[in-house]
């Protein structure tokens, strides 16, 4: 990543006249620059590596560029170079520009002007409404619109979800056998039409065949497990390489979670196809394919990304949300809310999930419209009923003995497991992300992951409890044993002592462990060894990963293993004081079930830093609505120690290591310096780059924008003065003036460029002047140069400004920009300042 953004053309470096970006196409000083690269690029400075995946920009073919119109059109009737058109000086406040207003890839909105333009929008329809009566329908039609939009956001996901998790099932079963009755059944759909299966092998039945009996005729025996073996690894090596291949060839941008994407571009970043149509094409089938292969990696945040793909694209019915940045925003953050609703069945989780972790700008509406995304999504994904239970949650629990206080000890050390688990996840992952980045192993994904999933599919195969899918392996362990229950983990001697009859509720006592529960701990633990380190390295590589469902299978191993000693604890030594009085013999007082859904929470946790959204999301994913302290207890703790260690989650840790212009609403400013300190220009570089509000020439203004390359520039009085104007963009600027030569007779280079109100007076022989007013930023937002930083921070957080004006008693010093405070924040934090590669 750091590598490719040293090279590219993109490169952001504020000095003093706004955001300098090293593109060549900018330096001809015109519009077509904004078009064309030089002859001298290579075509690696075209290359752009974002989420460790290789893109080329010289040809985009996803969705248009957000909040654009065609730069090229002009109005029918207006002839180029004054033939047939007007003669009258133009104004582009009266003569709108096509391109102007709109945004570069890889820049920052303004939120402030997306804000201001639709607020007049909002104005201009309510002014109109009282007019006619087909104004006043379509004020109401914009005003549904939003809710319109909100369903058809949740109903697209919905379906969507509801296919990757039935394709997902189906092609993890594969792997082991096929279905004779239609190849398409997944094993459960082929055993239910089945009158063969017993309650203890309701999961063999004559339908179903393993590869053995289908290849050699047996499934027993030593040959038939090795061709078990070889078919397993076949089908997982297949589906991981289909899935990379994919990526890399068709949509880069389909890799890795999304989650630190959709944060980045919802703080106001533009990062254009990422939620484009071949994106998400290509993440749908290329996520079935890779959760199916067994790497260690969950669907979860991937969905996420797929709902704000649908959000995007569906964003162009709307002429409210496709020509405001702001406004797609928001439907950005109610589509996050959506993605979890649909990966775990919790709405409420998801809208909390949207508001805590994800987005930026949340205001009250958002919220409303987001409960109701999240709810159309929900009752989409049940009437598919991908889970075949009938219910939306995707690990129903149903616990029969309450959690007494004393456990609370447990619970708590579980937290402080997560925390520590966490944080040396984040560190590894990091590290071995940073290292894939700056050594040859980047440079093969496919390769990579192959390797990774032929590894993983050798050692996984021979423990059950790594052959199978993480969700089916924390549904196993969140599982409270009944008496008939086949699973390895029930595997208790039978107490004849014990009344069954003394338990709370209706579950079974407390009983010894047999040695089938002991051979499933050591295989439990072996496993928890195995997903701890498989994970580090498969969370990143070129393929669709989610971290949700391997943290949580992490926890889940930890909280069963630790809920199973403790039961056997009270059992044999009921006469401790921590056990008298509440677990006597015969009593069913320690659910491992519990343990081990408090210990998913806990890692799950630690690994991203969510609190109140992840305690909602367990409750509503597995029902367990009474056990709300145990998680809260286990989810604060987790994040306690985590930030112990850093304060950093996962995402935010991969935002940073990729360079992305995020300003963490989390992260506190701890130093004294002030905004003097931190604007530029610095004492030592070159004066600020500036243009007066009239005196300059077309070709003044021009060889200013050539021979520098900021994103804007401050309009001053004169440079003698400094007095503040306002403030243009670059490419405002030569848009502008690229238009005014081909659609305003008599425009020459010596024409003057006019920021004024009113044009002074001209000799009769002077070229007409270009009036460039309406581009101005009248009221840029400006702090004092003693201004202290903390202050100016949180002006940029919560007004998510591109750039701040510094000045002196209203004379213009310098300007400061998001670069500039993050580069800053970096160095106060003894990192690496070139590592932030944007605006």
Known sequence: MFRFWKRANWKYTILGGGERMDNAGYNTGS????????????????????????????????????????????????????????TAMMDPLEDPVPGVGTYED???????????????????????????????????????????????????????????????????????????????????????TSNEPTFKERDKCPDWKSWAELIVGTGEGGFAYVVNYMMFMFWALLFSFLAV?????????????????????????????YLGKWTLIVKTITLVLAVSSGLSLGKEG?????????????????????????KRREV??????????????????????????????????????????????????????????????????????????LELGPFILLGIFGGLWGALFIRANIAWCRRRKTTLLGHYPIVEVLVVAGVTALVSFPNSYTRMSGAELIKELFNDCSLLDSSQLCRYKQDT???????????????????????????????????????????????????????????????????????????????????????????????????????????LGGVTRMTVSLVVIMFELTGGLEYIVPLMAATMTSKWVADAFGREGIYEAHIRLNGYPFLEPKEEFEHKSLAVDVMRPRRADPALAVL???????????ALVASTRYSGFPVVVSQESQRLVGFVLRRDLLISIDNARQRQEGVVSSSQVLFTEHPPAQAADAPPPVRLRSLLDLSPFTVADHTPMDITVDIFRKLGLRQCLVTHNGRLLGIITKKDILKHMAQMANRDPDSILFN
């Open 31 to 86: 519009f077509d620059g904004l078009h064309q690269v030089s002859d001298d690029v290579d075509d690696d400075d075209e290359m752009v590596d974002i989420a460790g995946a290789t893109l080329d920009f010289s040809n985009t073919d996803d969705d248009p560029p957000l909040n654009s119109g065609g730069y090229e059109e002009h109005s029918p009737g207006r002839g180029m170079n004054g033939a047939g058109g007007p």
């Open 106 to 192: 890889f820049n920052t909105i303004d939120w402030v002007r997306e804000k201001s333009k639709d607020r007049d929008r909002h104005r201009e329809i309510t002014s109109k409404s009282k007019e006619s009566m087909g104004a006043l329908l379509h004020r109401i039609s914009d005003a549904f619109s939003g809710w319109l939009l909100m369903l058809l956001v949740g109903l697209m996901s919905g379906a969507l979800a509801g296919g990757i998790d039935i394709s997902a099932h189906w092609l993890t079963d594969m792997k082991e056998g096929v279905c004779l009755n239609g190849f398409w059944f997944n094993h459960e759909h082929c055993c239910w």
């Open 245 to 273: 291949t994919l990526v890399k060839s068709f949509a880069p941008y389909a890799c890795g979670s999304g989650i630190p994407e959709i944060k980045t571009i919802l703080s106001g970043f533009i990062i254009r196809g």
């Open 302 to 326: 991937p969905l996420v990304h797929v709902a704000c793909c649908c959000a995007n694209i569906l964003c162009h019915l709307f002429t409210k949300y496709r020509k405001n940045e702001a």
């Open 332 to 405: 950005l953050s109610a589509a996050a809310a959506v993605g979890v609703s649909v990966a775990f069945g919790a709405p409420i989780g998801g809208v909390l999930f949207s508001l805590e972790e994800v987005s930026y700008y949340f205001p009250l509406k958002t919220l409303w419209r987001s409960f109701f995304a999240a709810l159309v999504a929900a009752f989409t994904l049940r009437s598919i009923n991908p889970f075949g239970n009938s219910r939306l949650v995707l690990f129903y629990v149903e616990f029969h003995a309450p959690w007494h206080l």
């Open 497 to 603: 002592n014990a009344t069954a009859g003394t338990s709370a509720g209706n579950g079974l006592a407390d009983r010894p462990a047999d040695s089938g529960l002991y051979t499933a701990l050591w295989q439990l633990s072996l496993a928890l060894l195995f997903k701890m380190g498989i994970t580090v390295v498969t969370f990143g590589m070129k393929v669709p990963s989610g971290l949700f469902i391997p943290s949580m299978a992490v926890g889940a191993i930890a909280g069963r293993l630790l809920g199973v000693g403790m039961e056997q604890l009270a059992y044999y030594n009921h006469d401790w004081a921590i056990f008298r009085g509440w677990c006597t013999p015969g009593a069913d007082c320690i659910t491992p079930g519990l343990y081990a859904m408090v210990g998913a929470a806990a890692c």
């Open 692 to 702: 007066t509000q009239e005196g300059m020439t077309v070709e003044e203004a021009e």
